[in-house]
């Protein structure tokens, strides 16, 4: 889905969002308040710039408007791969958007995530897993690695990875797969505004994805192991 047909679903005309270049930033009428939008389109590389960008986006709405809940949209192919930007620190320009998403959360703005398009690696990991909680399409493609690129790095034959991915999540793209893990809340179908207004009405109730992942069968023992170590 482009960007254009998702806000018109979620707000009909109700809003003022704008693209420049990747960024996608705005704000919009929802359910008699005004929600903070931002994220990427186009399968956007995230670079320096456009991490700043974005992080500027989440530092004004905390500055000018405390408590507006904020609607993080992702569509990235993850961090963009040349030398400029790493000599620039890409990692710490993407560490910063995760803390100022982090910091909005703490500061009591609801700040909801939705995979609209494709999601991969760090773009991902510093947006929509900041969130309280990140949603999906459910014809939204999310990844860390590809089968391929995973046995090249960990030196396993591709054909073992392909077989364990079949059973366990941790090892298999796609958004089901996320779900089961409990890093996505819950898929997207229908009406995409009631889906809306249902993530922005429930509970803040802090990080649950492990326990999500337990509960759902694609992360048996993270849950776990936290509750030893905060036990000790």
Same mark, same amino acid.
């Given at each position: 889905?482009?960007?254009? =047909?998702?806000?018109?679903?979620? /707000?009909?005309?109700?809003?003022?969002?704008?693209?420049?270049?990747?960024?996608?930033?705005?704000?919009?009428? /929802?359910?008699?308040?005004?929600?903070?939008?931002?994220?990427?389109?186009?399968?956007?590389?995230?670079?320096?710039?456009?991490?700043?960008?974005?992080?500027?986006?989440?530092?004004? =709405?905390?500055?000018?408007?405390?408590?507006?809940?904020?609607?993080?949209?992702?569509?990235?192919?993850?961090?963009?791969?040349?030398?400029?930007?790493?000599?620039?620190?890409?990692?710490?320009?993407?560490?910063?958007?995760?803390?100022?998403?982090?910091?909005?959360?703490?500061?009591?703005?609801?700040? $909801?995530?939705?995979?609209?398009?494709? #999601?991969? %690696?760090?773009? /991902?990991?510093?947006?929509?897993?900041?969130?309280?909680?990140?949603?999906?399409?459910?014809?939204?493609?999310?990844?860390?690695?590809?089968?391929?690129?995973?046995?090249?790095?960990?030196?396993?034959?591709?054909?073992?990875? =392909?077989?364990?991915?079949? %059973?366990?999540? $941790? /090892?298999?793209?796609?958004?089901?797969?996320? $779900?089961?893990?409990?890093?996505?809340? %819950?898929?997207?179908?229908?009406?995409?505004? #009631?889906?809306?207004?249902?993530?922005?009405?429930?509970?803040? =109730?802090?990080?649950?994805?492990?326990?999500?992942?337990?509960?759902?069968?694609?992360?048996?023992?993270?849950?776990?192991?936290?509750?030893? $170590?905060?036990?000790?």
């Amino acid at each position: 889905m482009n960007w254009q =047909t998702l806000v018109t679903a979620l /707000f009909a005309q109700s809003h003022r969002i704008e693209r420049s270049g990747d960024l996608l930033a705005g704000e919009a009428e /929802f359910e008699g308040d005004r929600v903070a939008v931002v994220g990427t389109t186009d399968h956007a590389p995230i670079g320096v710039a456009l991490a700043l960008a974005q992080a500027r986006v989440v530092l004004d =709405t905390m500055a000018q408007h405390p408590g507006r809940a904020i609607l993080l949209l992702i569509d990235t192919q993850g961090q963009q791969l040349r030398r400029q930007d790493e000599m620039l620190g890409i990692n710490r320009a993407m560490a910063h958007l995760g803390c100022c998403i982090d910091l909005a959360r703490r500061r009591g703005h609801r700040v $909801v995530g939705l995979v609209y398009d494709q #999601a991969l %690696s760090g773009g /991902f990991i510093t947006s929509g897993l900041m969130a309280d909680a990140c949603h999906a399409l459910s014809e939204a493609e999310i990844r860390v690695m590809r089968i391929p690129a995973m046995a090249r790095i960990t030196k396993l034959p591709e054909e073992m990875l =392909t077989e364990l991915s079949r %059973s366990n999540p $941790v /090892f298999a793209p796609g958004v089901a797969n996320y $779900v089961a893990m409990g890093g996505v809340r %819950s898929l997207w179908e229908g009406d995409l505004r #009631a889906c809306l207004a249902a993530a922005l009405a429930a509970p803040a =109730t802090g990080d649950q994805r492990a326990r999500e992942g337990a509960e759902r069968g694609g992360r048996r023992h993270a849950q776990a192991v936290i509750d030893q $170590v905060l036990a000790a």
